[in-house]
């Protein structure tokens, strides 16, 4: 006899005093939360990840000042994780982690919101196994993205900028 474990979401919030629990979405049987960011007090975001049958696929929720509610996000490959988010404005989130194509292939994965939906922005890949974004920022309008690229024997920095119109990969030391 085997047994399922469910792993849940799990937001807390700081009222000024203590923290206290918010509910949260959990869609899948394996839940992640793996980003935050806030805009304001009423708007604010989290990125990860939920499992159901073993397929990874994206998770977002976005609070609205009174709850949590899961936002319809693209999950273009056999396994899609968010590592990490950041917003500019209401209009202007973006999301970075990676798209597992294969059991030794991952690129990267950007999406964005505009206010309305949330889309794929194509994004560079080094010529390896892996190329993962980790983790985002945005100011004005720029943005950066970082992880990591591995060939499975050697890992190197990956930094990629926005530029306003397209995402390139930065020369970074290793």
């Given amino acids: 006899m085997t047994s399922q474990t469910t ?17 949260s979405f959990s869609p899948g049987q394996a839940n992640a939360l793996l980003g935050v960011t806030a805009v304001s007090g009423s708007d604010a975001w989290t990125s990860g990840v939920y499992a159901s049958a073993s397929v990874p696929s994206t998770l977002v929720e976005n609070w609205n000042g009174q709850s949590w509610l ?3 996000t693209e999950n273009p490959a056999l396994g899609n994780f968010l590592t990490g ?3 500019k404005s209401a209009s ?13 292939l991952a690129d990267t994965l950007i999406e964005h919101w505009d206010g309305n939906t949330w889309a794929i922005t194509p994004s560079p890949n080094v010529a390896t196994k892996q190329s993962v974004l980790e983790g985002v920022a945005v100011a004005g309008s720029k943005a950066w993205a970082v992880g990591y690229s591995s060939n499975l024997h050697v890992e190197r920095t ?3 900028y926005w530029n306003g119109h397209s995402w390139k990969i930065q020369a970074s030391p290793n």
């Fill in 85 to 87: 988010i950041a917003a």
């Fill in 7 to 23: 792993t849940s979401t799990l937001i807390e919030h700081w009222n000024g005093h203590a923290w206290k629990v918010q509910p």
């Fill in 70 to 72: 899961v936002q319809s």
């Fill in 92 to 104: 202007d989130v973006w999301a970075v982690g990676i798209q597992i194509q294969s059991v030794q």
């Fill in 158 to 160: 990956l930094i990629e």
